[in-house]
């Protein structure tokens, strides 16, 4: 804190020069002051390309292929809609700065070097921007469809620029042909994991990592190499560790269904991705997360059902959880969490859920270590 002291006449006036920065996010459970929600809004099947076909649900492939271009469907968007503003709502009332996105008109067109896509969505900040400390970061993303998403919320960062953030760019790929693997096809099962990226140029996605003060958790996947997490870690320095796990997920791509770092000392996993809890968590409290109960009939286009793990911490104890995840609930109320319920369902279809549709700019804290040496 700067006190800065001026002396008036005979009076001493102590102006308050404290610099509050509007980006200070450090690990996901600081208590939390300001978060960007994203938008349905605009919502369109992408152009098909290879790099989708690993990380979509099988079933829903086809689905893609034959709608690509094409806007989700308009009731789908508009009861996604719904849940985003009671989710608004529920934010509001727990005393939290909640921004919005601008749409995008995601039908259109755009190329760079050599191909061309149509966009897919701005409903999932938490993939395309990397909040760590004072600073954010637009990611550089491997699906061509996601290549100019981070529009949508550039009047976000140019306001929080003007504020005193620190504003950065990872170095913007090509997304040419090298940087995919044309011969990508599923793997048998006793066959390791397959990714359908190269080491071509950095890519990633802020979802395969997640923050616990000085160590930061991180996978690669089919839309984050090596490359991209050198890069990061290279351009935070040596202040921050970032630590790769491997986890038992065949189709890998965003952590925060896998491992979700709850509170100091406390961790969700996902039971069957997360069969040996990694030596880093010594010391810490481990809940398995509950099979997830969302019916085999409900349409989600983009993940598995451990989307039920894709929780939001509003500070240590608080978390937003979906409201009929009743399994979920329980096991938080009995783990000593205070579940903060609001209706989901049909977000989740669009491929995430309260951590994927946010990002938390500013939590109440500062850099710490959590992890035993
Ligand atoms: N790709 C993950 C979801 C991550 C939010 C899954 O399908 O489980």
Not at 212 to 230: H, L, P, Y
Request: aromatic letters at 10%; charged letters at 25%.
């Amino acid at each position: 804190m700067i006190n800065t002291h001026t002396t008036v006449k005979t009076e001493t006036v102590i102006v308050d020069t404290t610099f509050t920065c509007p980006v200070n996010s450090f690990n996901e459970w600081d208590p939390l002051e300001e978060v960007i929600v994203g938008t349905v809004d605009g919502a369109s099947f992408p152009s098909w390309h290879i790099a989708l076909e690993p990380v979509l649900p099988e079933n829903q492939r086809e689905t893609f292929r034959l709608n690509a271009g094409k806007p989700f469907p308009a009731e789908r968007v508009a009861a996604a809609r719904t849940e985003l503003e009671e989710f608004v709502h529920i934010l509001e009332c727990e005393g939290v700065k909640v921004r919005r996105p601008e749409s995008m008109d995601n039908l259109k067109s755009f190329s760079a070097l050599g191909w061309t896509s149509t966009g897919l969505y701005t409903a999932m900040p938490r993939d395309v921007l990397l909040v760590v400390g004072n600073e954010i970061i637009e990611c550089p993303p491997a699906w061509r469809s996601r290549y100019f998403e981070t529009c949508g919320y550039r009047p976000l960062l140019k306001e929080y620029f003007r504020e005193g953030a620190k504003w950065s760019m990872a170095p913007k790929p090509e997304l040419s042909d090298e940087q995919y693997d044309y011969t990508w096809t599923e793997p048998e099962e006793d066959e390791p994991t397959r990714l359908v990226i190269t080491e071509f140029e950095p890519t990633f996605d802020a979802a395969d990592f997640t923050r616990m003060g000085r160590d930061i958790i991180a996978q690669k996947s089919n839309v984050t190499n090596d490359f991209g997490i050198e890069w990061l870690q290279r351009h935070l320095g040596d202040q921050y560790r970032i630590h790769v796990l491997e986890f038992n997920d065949p189709h890998p791509m965003h952590i925060d269904a896998t491992l979700v770092p709850m509170a100091p000392g406390k961790l969700l996993i996902n039971p069957e991705r997360v069969p040996k809890v990694p030596s880093i968590f010594k010391g810490w409290d481990v809940f398995h997360a509950p099979t997830p109960i969302i019916p085999d009939d409900h349409t989600l286009y983009m993940t598995s059902k451990w989307i039920n793990m894709n929780i939001l911490m509003l500070d240590e104890e608080r978390v937003v959880v979906e409201r009929q995840d009743e399994p979920m609930i329980s096991a938080l109320k009995r783990w000593g969490f205070k579940p903060v319920p609001c209706n989901f369902r049909n977000f989740n279809s669009f491929g995430g859920s309260f951590h994927c549709a946010t990002l938390d700019v500013r939590r109440r804290g500062r850099l710490e270590s959590y992890l035993l040496d």
